[in-house]
């Protein structure tokens, strides 16, 4: 299997940057995901990575890749209080993903 | 487009009632489909995962189960709710990784 850990809380300032770490451990993980969850919602897809990439851009989101150090992170860029969500990484093994527990984001206006 | 359908969205039963929860998933063909829990304040864990009809594979034993009667539905049973049984079902179906999954709206079971 895999173990995909997260820290559990963060809190920000509305505008502040944000950063959300993961760790995983099975390097052999074709894609890495960032999902997002709202309060009493499902997940929701906000971005993924190629492992063989390093970095990957979208709008306010920046998701690093350090394959070799297996520490993934989640960047968002002038958070806003609609960001504040629960925050899962996750990994691809086999046919299964594996979340790591989830980062939960409290935007401070 | 492909969509995924989970219900009911809130559920209370009494200790020792059956459950069965459903999901539908409609614009696809054989998806892997996926049951999750999310206990209150914990991240997700999964249950049980589904790569065809009548195949499901079990990751933690418990008083729950599962079935894949037709493709694309997928159900999570239990013949008599345990208060532990509490928490957030997901359902969820993929069908590459490069696609990663997509979620149902979730189940809030309330065991009392």
């Known amino acids: 299997g895999e173990d995909v850990e997260q820290s559990l809380f963060l809190s920000v300032r509305e505008g502040d940057s944000s950063v959300i770490n993961c760790t995983y451990t099975?390097?052999?993980?074709?894609?890495l995901y960032w999902y997002k969850q709202e309060p009493g919602a499902g997940l929701q897809l906000l971005t993924y990575?190629?492992?063989?990439?390093d970095m990957k851009q979208d709008q306010r989101l920046t998701v690093l890749l350090n394959k070799k150090d297996k520490h993934l992170s989640l960047r968002i860029a002038d958070t806003q209080t609609g960001d504040s969500a629960i925050y899962f990484c996750?990994?691809?093994?086999?046919?299964?993903?594996?979340f790591g527990t989830g980062t939960s984001l409290t935007v401070i206006p | 487009s492909q969509t995924i359908h989970q219900w009911p969205a809130t559920l209370v039963q009494p200790v020792g009632s059956p459950l069965s929860l459903e999901c539908t998933v409609e614009?696809?063909?054989?998806?892997?489909l996926y049951w999750y829990r999310q206990a209150a304040g914990r991240g997700l864990q999964l249950l049980f995962y589904?790569?065809?009809?009548?195949?499901i594979s079990s990751e933690v034993p418990q008083n729950l189960s599962a079935s894949r009667p037709q493709d694309r539905q997928f159900i999570l049973s239990s013949k008599k709710l345990l208060l532990s049984d509490s928490g957030f079902y997901l359902c969820?179906?993929?069908?590459?990784?490069?696609?990663?999954?997509?979620f149902g709206s979730g189940t809030r079971l309330t065991v009392v």
């Open positions: 996750a990994s691809t093994w086999g046919n299964q993903f594996y």
């Open positions: 099975d390097s052999s993980s074709t894609y």
């Open positions: 990575i190629f492992s063989n990439m």
């Open positions: 614009g696809t063909s054989n998806p892997n």
């Open positions: 589904s790569v065809g009809i009548g195949q």
């Open positions: 969820a179906w993929s069908m590459t990784a490069l696609n990663g999954y997509t």
